[in-house]
T-cell receptor
Framework: NAGVTQTPKFQVLKTGQSMTLQCAQD?????MSWYRQDPGMGLRLIHY???????DQGEVPNGYNVSRSTTEDFPLRLLSAAPSQTSVYFC?????????????FGPGTRLTVL | SQKIEQNSEALNIQEGKTATLTCNYT??????LQWYRQDPGRGPVFLLL?????KEKRKERLKVTFDTTLKQSLFHITASQPADSATYLC????????????FGKGTMLLVSP
C-alpha cells in the first residue's frame, strides 16, 4: 500500500492564481482531512470529509474548497492564492472517526505564495 | 474554547535518559488523547492513543499517562536514543464539528549522544 500520497511536493504561486492540491489514499478509509501547518501555530484543520459526497469545514476554511467524489481522493482547491496561504499542507486519513482512530498523514505539500 | 498547551521550548537530554513531555489542556474533558511524532519535512506519524479510563499506556520504550484531574498527559521515552529526536504532538478530539482532532503545537526533543 502506498498509504496517503500528496502532489505536488512543492509549489510556488503568484497572488491570485488558483491551484489544486491532490491527495489520495489506498486504504479504503472513509475519513479524510486537510491541515495546514505554520511555524508557531501547529496543525490547523481546514476541511474534512467523513465519506464520499460529505465534507465539512474545519477551523480555517476560508479561501479553500474541497470535494469528495470518491473514497480515494480528497483534493484541496485554492481559489485565489494569497500570501497568507503560504504554508505546509498535510492530508490525512483514518479508518473511522478521527477522535479514536489513528490518522495516517501524507508527506505534505510546501506552498509558497508570492 | 478548548486549549491545548505543549512546552514550546525544546527539550534537550542525553542518550540513555528518560524524556518526559507534557501536554496540558483546559476548558475540555476529552475521552481520548493521541500522541504523534513528526520529523522535519515529514507528516506526523501516530504513536499511541489512550482513553480517559486507561490512565497509562505503554508501547515498547514509550509510555503515556492521562490524568483527567490535572488535565494533563505525560509522554515518556525511556532509554532515549538520538533517533528519538523529533517533534512530538498531542491531539484531542476537537470541539467543532464532529469526529475532528485538535493538535497541540508540539515539543521538539533533542537527544544528544
Amino acid at each position: 500500500n502506498a498509504g496517503v500520497t500528496q502532489t505536488p511536493k512543492f509549489q510556488v504561486l503568484k497572488t491570485g492564481q488558483s491551484m489544486t492540491l491532490q491527495c489520495a489514499q489506498d486504504m479504503n478509509h472513509e475519513y479524510m482531512s486537510w491541515y495546514r501547518q505554520d511555524p508557531g501555530m501547529g496543525l490547523r484543520l481546514i476541511h474534512y470529509s467523513v465519506g464520499a459526497g460529505i465534507t465539512d469545514q474545519g477551523e480555517v476554511p476560508n479561501g479553500y474548497n474541497v470535494s469528495r467524489s470518491t473514497t480515494e481522493d480528497f483534493p484541496l482547491r485554492l481559489l485565489s492564492a494569497a500570501p497568507s496561504q503560504t504554508s505546509v499542507y498535510f492530508c490525512a486519513s483514518s479508518y473511522g472517526g478521527f477522535r479514536y482512530n489513528e490518522q495516517f498523514f501524507g508527506p505534505g505539500t510546501r506552498l509558497t505564495v508570492l | 474554547s478548548q486549549k491545548i498547551e505543549q512546552n514550546s521550548e525544546a527539550l534537550n537530554i542525553q542518550e540513555g535518559k528518560t524524556a518526559t513531555l507534557t501536554c496540558n489542556y483546559t476548558n475540555y474533558s476529552p475521552a481520548y488523547l493521541q500522541w504523534y511524532r513528526q520529523d522535519p519535512g515529514r507528516g506526523p506519524v501516530f504513536l499511541l492513543l489512550i482513553r480517559e479510563n486507561e490512565k497509562e499506556k505503554r508501547k515498547e520504550r514509550l509510555k503515556v499517562t492521562f490524568d483527567t484531574t490535572l488535565k494533563q498527559s505525560l509522554f515518556h521515552i525511556t532509554a532515549s536514543q538520538p533517533a528519538d529526536s523529533a517533534t512530538y504532538l498531542c491531539a484531542f478530539p476537537g470541539d467543532s464539528g464532529y469526529s475532528t482532532l485538535t493538535f497541540g503545537k508540539g515539543t521538539m526533543l533533542l537527544v544528544s549522544p
